[in-house]
């Protein structure tokens, strides 16, 4: 009996010790899920030091949850010593900033702007590319905090004491010196030679292995304020190019975001120079020059309608600031496949789609489906020659039907297994030496068009005539509307001679685009080989 009495109160002492502890553990538990998750700042101290020791910081915070859209921006990845003015600059271009509040022990900061649309504009463009701070990237996204409430002992107006600083003077845009009031104004007005800046900017183009179009540069310096002309030019087999704004200080804000970023990953980077001109003349709209004022600026512009168009992530670190249109995710700027359809599954093979799509970036490997004849994979040397590809050729007419073209979600075409039916309609093009791009920087880079009716001839020997080209031509894309050799420049030698050029127009751009696919690396004489391309001209 007394053994029974001590069994059950050891039991009854282990159940009691066991409900409480279950009661401790639920009560931890529907506390911890009772809260809300806290936003990166949320772990940031309430006071800081700004690099004054007259000043206090006091954090208001906004409710608790998903982060909304505010005034208080929280900056990351700070360089250890970063100053406030470093941090400001980053502001500066979108709106007079407030207030900074840098926490040296994490690296990060607090920057309050003005108002909540200046932080909107400043997020959305960092979204695109990547602020830098002495060439580290930088991260910025809104602050659960919707004020920084500061007082000093001195009673100085924050933005007033930031602008006069003489380092912010120097990396301020005169555009924003009523923002920072007068004297910041005053003292940031000597910015390349002129109270209100260049309206003119003189851009030399680096390392250009992609190509660099008016559309190219009109969406960039667009961001930064209203162009008003465009004018592009070699010099010293150099891209360049004269970009004139409506006013001095967008063209300063331009300067100072740009000079030095590459327009693509690793390539074709900016050498921004203020220009000495006060004005730009463009006799006519086309491909090298552009007058956005008049009223056929529009029309040509969609004309021309090619080449890249949004915003690609990574400005700082080598990375590039241009992607294609479409915008696809991934490494290197997207997919450098490419989903093609509406193919005449009667007439093209993978040797015409190389050598039509090669017009615009070298082909690797080109697969049509085999249970779907009328449609094709395409993977391009890189995402940004697949987006080229792309932007060219989608809705041209080729065999009669129209293409239609996207970014595929493949990464790279497979070849197909030993012993799988194929019945040839896979083929590796990676070691063709019909590559229009295999040299980086090849001056085929800047002779990319749209499709038109006129294509341009080279590589042509002394001895063949116009009437063998026409008739040629006339065989695989049609009646011939024009004929037009291209006069040598400069002194003629035998060398110049023996590789001549010409230009011819077919009766339609769905011709010349037969043309091109039958008669480009066509045998004129033993080891010469015609070279064809779509001209920049439309017509003769």
């Known amino acids: ?9 050891i039991c009854f002492f282990c159940y009691f010790f066991f409900f409480c502890l279950s009661l401790c553990i639920r009560s931890s538990v529907m506390s911890a899920m009772s809260g809300t998750k806290r936003a990166p700042d949320d772990m940031l101290p309430a006071h800081g030091d700004l690099g004054h020791d007259a000043k206090k910081v006091k954090l208001m915070s906004s409710e608790q949850g998903e982060v909304a859209p505010s005034r208080v921006l929280h900056v990351r990845h700070l360089p250890a010593d970063a100053t406030e003015v470093e941090v ?15 926490l040296r022990t994490r690296n990060q900061a607090l920057m309050e702007m003005a108002d909540e649309s200046s932080a909107t504009a400043l997020v959305n463009f960092y979204n695109y590319v990547t602020a830098n701070i002495r060439g580290l990237p930088v991260y910025i996204q809104y602050s659960n905090h919707t004020e920084l409430k500061t007082t000093h002992a001195s009673g100085m107006n924050s933005s007033a004491g930031l602008s006069s600083h003489p380092m912010m003077q120097q990396h301020m845009q005169p555009s924003l010196a009523s923002s920072f009031g007068a004297a910041g104004g005053a003292a940031m007005g000597g910015l390349a030679g002129s109270a209100d800046g260049p309206t003119i900017l003189h851009v030399m183009i680096d390392n250009m292995i992609y190509p660099v179009t008016l559309e190219v540069l009109h969406t960039i310096f667009s961001k930064f304020g209203t162009v008003l002309r465009i004018v592009t030019f070699n010099k010293n087999s150099q891209f360049q190019a004269l970009v004139e704004f ?7 804000t331009a300067k100072f975001n740009l000079d030095g970023q590459n327009i693509y990953d690793r390539c074709c980077a900016m050498r921004i120079e203020a220009s000495k001109l006060t004005t730009l003349t463009v006799k006519s709209n086309n491909e090298r020059q552009r007058d956005y004022t008049r009223p056929d600026s529009h029309e040509v512009h969609h004309s021309a ?4 168009a949004a915003p690609f992530p990574g400005v700082g670190g080598g990375a590039g600031i241009m992607m294609g249109a479409g915008g696809a995710g991934g490494a290197g700027g997207g997919s450098p496949v490419l989903l093609v359809s509406n193919l005449n ?14 017009v615009y970036g070298n ?8 249970n779907k004849k009328d449609t094709a994979l395409i993977q391009m040397s890189t995402p940004q020659q697949a987006q080229t590809a792309q932007n060219y050729l989608n809705k041209v007419v080729f065999f009669g039907k129209e293409l239609h073209i996207t970014l595929s979600r493949h990464s790279q075409v497979s070849l197909p297994r030993d012993g799988q039916e194929d019945a040839g309609l896979t083929k590796d093009f990676s070691q063709s030496p019909l590559h229009r791009f295999r040299n980086p920087g090849s001056h085929n880079y800047q002779n990319i068009y749209a499709p038109s009716p006129c294509v341009h001839l080279s590589n042509i020997p002394e001895s063949i005539t116009e009437e063998f080209l026409r008739e040629s031509f006339e065989q695989v894309g049609g009646a011939i509307v024009g004929f037009r050799w291209i006069p040598l420049k400069g002194e003629e030698t035998d060398l110049k001679k023996d590789r001549r050029m010409a230009l011819i127009q077919l009766g339609s751009t769905e011709h010349a685009v037969q043309a091109l696919v039958a008669m480009h690396n066509f045998q004129l004489v033993d080891k010469r080989y015609l070279k064809v391309s779509f001209a920049k001209s439309q017509s003769l």
């Open 305 to 308: 309608g090619h080449g890249f």
């Open 88 to 102: 400001a600059a980053l502001g500066a271009p979108f709106g007079r900033v407030m207030n900074i509040m840098i």
């Open 1 to 9: 009996a007394r053994f029974s009495c001590k069994a059950l109160s």
């Open 363 to 370: 082909v690797q490997r080109v697969k049509i489906l085999f």
């Open 246 to 252: 409506s006013d001095g200080g967008s063209g300063s």
């Open 345 to 358: 599954q009667e007439a093209v093979t993978p040797h015409e789609i190389f050598i039509l799509f090669g």
